[in-house]
């Protein structure tokens, strides 16, 4: 049945943010060639170039966009994707009528195919082989794993994962990995065929080669759909199946298995260890234990070797303390380690060592590096649990002068609040670490001072606005505090935002037009509160004329009434 848009314009300005959004609304008359099918929106948008914009929704209703402007060859929801969007919303009427349609040309065309005799629809094939070089490769190795040739059908699998062709300097770019992971999917197609073919013991061989290749090739493609991260699962799962079939040697295969997991190239594959319990058997399961053991003794700190191990005490359900002992051999210098036994020991009923264990990998942080954060909470709430509220705040105020950032003050003043001691002490005592630092200028952190963030989260606007003048705040600040008190103190606001207009009066650029209207917007607003509206006028009047040359900013400005 054919069925409405299942996504909102609510959808659309999440799935692009604020300024994507607000950017899709300027390109509505620039979409053409739009097209409804059952699953997919097509268009076509005019920007720079003529863009191609395609929207599919789920069975959910849930909406994806794909675009070939740069922005959307990053994986972005683009303005274009959100102009196609709000445009087929706009038809939103007639989408269960062209729905409709798609789906009776679909069984029109399934209709017309089933009454094609055979030699029709072989002409029809052989038609469109002259014409796809595509489809060619498909039905090629559709007809390799239906023959005997092994060797043709290894070929054939290894050159659709063969990234090259696809590699632009020698990396497939996010607008190439489409196109690359739907040809490689075509080599999982084919590994199975030969599983259920009855060759499921080449499937196993191939598959390995397949599986190594892939994880050669994995760091050189930009993944950001996860379109090779499936091909790669395909192929692991195809691995499996045909494992589950032929029954491979189980001593060989644990061999191969341990092998590949340790493997740095077993990044771009899923593949559990213990999925293969059945192939293995006991004999495949003893050489697996001894492999394992013997590579994390040679390696204890190696990430796989350890993961490894966990996997192969857990699964033979080997005692806590061997688990500890793994874990302890490799100890994270910002305590996450100590969290990971304390949380072991935490389940199995031993709190008081795992509170022992998480107050240790508070003591061994890294000063440079600082805990870990879930392991701070972790030990604040046992703390707090046995009414040790005091200990949270010492813990919490530590924490602030060690790494003083607007999360560790927001941190102390919840636990000091908790414990009904902000406003008697900590509050004074935890600005005063954060003035100590010194302004943005003559201290050591980026992004302005932590001081006016934390007063400005407090609400204590007039003492943030004074920590400014002191010159604490940077220009980002400035803005936010000028925002904050604007309704009150629309003077003061109005200087921040003309202060912030000057130098976007010499760069170019749409990101500097759109902040430009922002600001002249903002001191719109307060030359209204103030009275002095004739006064922008002039003001207005006189930028305009010095930026007349500038199309872009002057078509906004018009867009947006200034």
């Not at 979409?31 to 948008?45: F, K, N, P």
């Not at 996860?226 to 799962?237: H, R």
């Not at 309704?487 to 202060?499: E, H, K, N, Q, S």
Request: glycine share 8%.
């Amino acid at each position: 049945m054919a069925h409405a848009l299942g996504f909102t314009d609510e959808d659309l300005r999440r799935l692009a943010g604020a300024r994507s959004y607000e950017r899709g609304l300027g390109y509505l008359s620039a979409v053409s060639r739009l097209e409804i099918d059952e699953t997919a929106i097509t268009a076509a948008v005019d920007g720079t170039d003529c863009y191609e914009v395609e929207l599919t929704e789920d069975g959910d209703g849930r909406v994806t966009g794909r675009c070939d402007c740069p922005y959307g060859q990053e994986g972005n929801f683009c303005k274009h994707c959100v102009a196609v969007g709000l445009t087929a919303l706009g038809r939103a009427e007639s989408v269960p009528q062209q729905r409709s349609a798609a789906a009776s040309r679909t069984r029109l065309l399934d209709t017309w195919l089933e009454s094609r005799t055979r030699e029709e629809l072989l002409a029809l094939v052989r038609e469109h082989l002259a014409d796809d070089r595509d489809l060619r490769r498909r039905l090629e190795l559709r007809a390799a794993t239906a023959g005997e040739d092994t060797g043709i059908v290894r070929e054939r699998i290894l050159s659709l994962l063969d990234t090259r062709p696809f590699a632009r300097y020698g990396y497939v770019e996010y607008a190439d990995a489409r196109a690359y992971g739907q040809q490689a999917a075509e080599a999982v197609t084919a590994l199975r065929a030969l599983t259920v073919s009855g060759r499921a013991s080449d499937a196993v061989e191939v598959a390995r080669e397949a599986l190594s290749a892939l994880g050669r090739t994995y760091g050189e493609i930009d993944d950001s759909d996860g379109l090779i991260g499936d091909v790669a699962t395909g192929l692991a799962e195809a691995h499996l199946e045909a494992c589950l079939d032929a029954r491979p040697d189980p001593v060989q295969t644990a061999d191969w298995l341990v092998t590949h997991l340790l493997d740095d190239l077993n990044d771009a594959t899923d593949i559990d260890l213990f999925d293969y319990h059945e192939v293995l058997g006991e004999p495949g399961l003893a050489r697996t234990r001894e492999l394992v053991v013997a590579a994390w003794r040679a390696n204890p700190k190696g990430w796989a070797e350890k993961y490894l191990m966990e996997r192969l005490l857990k699964a033979d359900g080997g005692s806590l303390d061997a688990l500890i002992a793994v874990h302890a051999a490799d100890l994270a210098p910002n305590g996450h380690t100590h969290l990971v036994i304390a949380k072991e020991l935490e389940t199995a009923g031993r709190p008081p060592e795992a509170l022992e264990w998480a107050e240790r990998g508070l003591r061994e942080a890294d000063p440079e590096r600082g805990p870990d954060g879930e392991l701070v909470a972790f030990v604040c709430e046992r703390y707090a649990r046995t009414g040790r509220l005091a200990d949270v705040v010492t813990l919490r105020r530590d924490l602030l002068r060690a790494r003083p950032t607007l999360a560790a003050y927001q941190d102390l003043r919840t636990a000091a609040r908790t414990a009904g001691t902000w406003q008697a002490s900590e509050l004074k005592r935890a600005r005063e670490v954060l003035r100590a630092l010194g302004t943005p200028k003559t201290g050591r952190w980026y992004g302005g001072s932590v001081l006016v963030d934390a007063l400005m989260d407090d609400g204590d606007l007039d003492t943030a606005w004074q920590a400014a003048i002191d010159g604490y705040a940077d220009q980002r600040q400035w803005l936010a505090l000028a925002d904050r008190i604007r309704g009150r103190r629309p003077a003061d606001a109005l200087t921040v935002y003309l202060r912030g207009i000057e130098p976007l009066r010499k760069q170019t650029g749409d990101s500097t037009y759109e902040r430009m209207t922002e600001l002249l917007l903002s001191a719109r607003a307060c030359h209204r509160a103030l009275g002095t509206e004739a006064e922008f006028a002039t003001y207005l009047a006189a930028l305009r004329a010095d930026q007349k040359r500038k199309r872009k900013l002057t078509a906004r400005l018009d867009q947006h009434g200034l």
